[in-house]
Each structure stands twice: as C-alpha cells, then as structure tokens.
Nanobody
C-alpha cells in the first residue's frame, strides 16, 4: 500500500507561479514512477508530468500543454516530488492529483499513460488561476 500526501496549490493570477509537493509513504518498492494528473469538473483526468524513480531516475515526461512552463523534480528525501508551475494560465485551473505506480517497462512512465494505469492517488489539491 502506498500513501501520497500533497501540499501546495491555491489561487494565483495569470502569469504567476505555484509549487506542488507530494510525499510518498508505505511500500516504496511499489513505486518506480510518480507524477501529477489534473481534472476539471466534467472532464477526464489529464496527465501533466511524471518522473521516473530509482532505475532511470530523473527521466521526465510532460504534456504538451505544460511543456516549458512546468518542471517536475524529485526531492530529498527521495520519496518526495515537486511540480513547479510557472506562467500559469486560467486553463491550468483544476484539481491536481499526485500519482504513483510501479511499471514493468520504463516507457510506461509517461504523461500520456492512462490515468487508470496508476494505482495510487493522493487526495487532490485545488489550483485556481484567475485572468
């Protein structure tokens, strides 16, 4: 069992920045990929950014909508990750979820991987960007 605890989020004006953090606990052997999804009410969850943990450590993947603006990183302790979000836009407003999974193949650790492939989820944190 893996437990994910998110922090950060909040409200900011367009062009501003926010940082999300996520700390994992429990069975760390069940994790070789961590990242962030987001969801707007009435829409499907969207992969935002993921990072490989352990072997291939630090390999990252981003959705096209956030590439160049968001940066995912692994923190110290190594069971934590952060998402630095810069140049935020109103369309970035959503509930952001921390996710984790142990994939058999490293290529599965991708922002394009379906949300159903990630078995562990945090409780979610709201990000609101006003114009």
């Amino acid at each position: 069992q893996v437990y994910l605890a998110e922090s950060g989020g909040g409200s900011v004006q367009a062009g501003g920045a926010l940082k999300l953090s996520c700390a994992a606990s429990g069975n760390m052997y069940a994790i070789n990929c961590m990242g962030w999804f987001r969801q707007v009410p009435g829409e499907e969850r969207e992969g935002v950014a993921v990072i490989s943990i352990g072997e291939g450590q630090g390999s990252t993947s981003y959705s096209d909508s956030v590439k160049g603006r968001f940066t995912i990183s692994q923190d110290n302790p190594q069971n934590s990750i952060s998402l630095q979000m810069n140049d935020l836009k109103p369309e970035d407003s959503a509930v952001y979820y921390c996710v984790s999974q142990r994939f058999r193949f490293s290529r599965s650790c991708s922002a394009g991987t379906a949300s159903s492939s990630f078995s562990s989820w945090g409780q979610g944190t709201q990000v609101t960007v006003s114009s």
